[in-house]
C-alpha cells in the first residue's frame, strides 16, 4: 500500500466536497488516513460503513475502471495535477481526467451560465471563449447546455483548448445531447470530474462540481443567470478563492441576465463589455 494506493480507495469511497476528509488527508496523508481508518484510529461505529468499504476494495480495481475509460487518475504531484485546487476549503482527494490532462494547468477563464441563454447570451459565451483563446487562454465550463456548451464551441471553433468539468462518471454523458460536444473537447482539451465511473450526475454534485470550476480557474465569467442559480454558486466560489470574478450585463427586464444584475449591484462582480475589459481586469487583480 503506498499514497496512490491509498489516495484511490479513499476517492472511491468518500463523495467529493466532504471537507472532514479532504481536511483530514492533506494535514497528513491518504496513506496515514487510510491507515488509521483500518486500525480504528477513528470512530468505528460513525464511520464503520466507509471502513467496510474501504477494506473491501482495492486499488487495482479501481485504477483499472479509470483506464478501462480511456482515463487519468490524477493525483497531487502528478504532472497535470491543478495545483490550484488546494486552495479549496474541501480541495479533491483526486481527479479523474480524459483526453489532454496537460491542458489542466494553463491559464484559464471560467465562463458560466444559465441552461436557457438567450441569443444574446449565447453570442456572448462564444465571443468571450474565442478572444480568451486568442490570447493562448483555455476555457473552463460544465459541459451542460446552454452557455456552457457555447462556451466550449466557442473555444474550439477558434482552435482552443477547453476543459469540461462534469458531475457524473467519466463514462457517462450528460446531458445526453452532448455527446459529441465532449468527444471534441477531448481531441485536444480535457473532461474533468472527481466522480467515479459509472456513477450518475446528482443534484449536490453539480455543487460540488462548481467548486472546480471556480478554482482551476484564473477567473470566472458569468455571462447570463437567473436571480437564483447555480452559475452565481460558482461565482462566489471564486470570490472565497479572491479570484477575479466578471458579469456581462443585459437588458434590464431580461430574467436572464438578473442573477448577472446582482452580483454587479452586490459589488460581487466586475461589470464587463468587452473581451479587452476582462483582460484588463484580470490582469489588475492577479
Not at 462564444?126 to 466557442?154: C, E, L, N, P, T
Request: hydrophobic share 45%; net charge negative.
Amino acid at each position: 500500500m503506498n499514497e496512490l494506493d491509498a489516495r484511490a480507495i479513499l476517492f472511491n469511497a468518500i463523495e467529493g466536497g466532504h471537507s472532514f476528509w479532504a481536511q483530514e488527508i492533506y494535514a497528513s496523508s491518504a496513506l496515514k488516513v487510510y491507515n488509521r481508518l483500518i486500525d480504528g484510529g477513528y470512530d468505528t461505529i460513525k464511520y464503520g460503513p466507509l471502513i467496510t468499504e474501504i477494506s473491501s476494495t482495492t486499488s487495482d480495481s479501481i485504477l483499472c475502471a479509470i483506464d478501462a475509460q480511456g482515463a487519468q487518475f490524477i493525483t497531487p504531484g502528478h504532472s497535470s495535477w491543478p495545483s490550484k485546487v488546494e486552495d479549496l476549503a474541501a480541495p479533491p482527494i483526486a481527479l479523474i481526467a480524459k483526453g489532454n490532462p496537460e491542458v489542466l494547468t494553463s491559464d484559464s477563464l471560467a465562463i458560466v451560465g444559465t441552461r436557457n441563454p438567450t441569443n444574446y447570451g449565447a453570442r456572448i459565451a462564444g465571443d468571450f471563449a474565442a478572444g480568451f483563446v486568442d490570447r493562448q487562454w483555455s476555457i473552463v465550463s460544465g459541459g451542460a447546455y446552454g452557455i456552457d456548451s457555447f462556451a466550449h464551441k466557442g473555444a474550439l471553433v477558434a482552435e482552443g483548448l477547453t476543459i469540461a468539468v462534469i458531475a457524473c462518471g467519466i463514462d457517462i454523458n450528460y446531458p445526453a445531447g452532448n455527446s459529441r460536444l465532449f468527444e471534441e473537447i477531448c481531441e485536444s482539451g480535457a473532461l474533468l470530474t472527481e466522480v467515479m465511473p459509472g456513477h450518475k450526475a446528482l443534484p449536490h454534485r453539480f455543487l460540488t462540481r462548481n467548486r472546480l470550476i471556480a478554482a482551476i480557474s484564473e477567473a470566472t465569467l458569468v455571462v447570463e443567470a437567473a436571480f437564483r442559480s447555480g452559475s452565481l454558486r460558482t461565482a462566489r466560489d471564486a470570490a472565497e478563492l479572491m479570484r477575479p470574478v466578471m458579469a456581462i450585463p443585459g437588458p434590464i427586464n431580461s430574467p436572464t441576465s438578473e442573477g448577472c444584475h446582482r452580483l454587479i449591484g452586490e459589488r460581487a462582480a466586475e461589470i464587463v463589455t468587452s473581451v479587452a475589459d476582462a483582460v484588463e481586469f484580470i490582469g489588475i487583480n492577479q
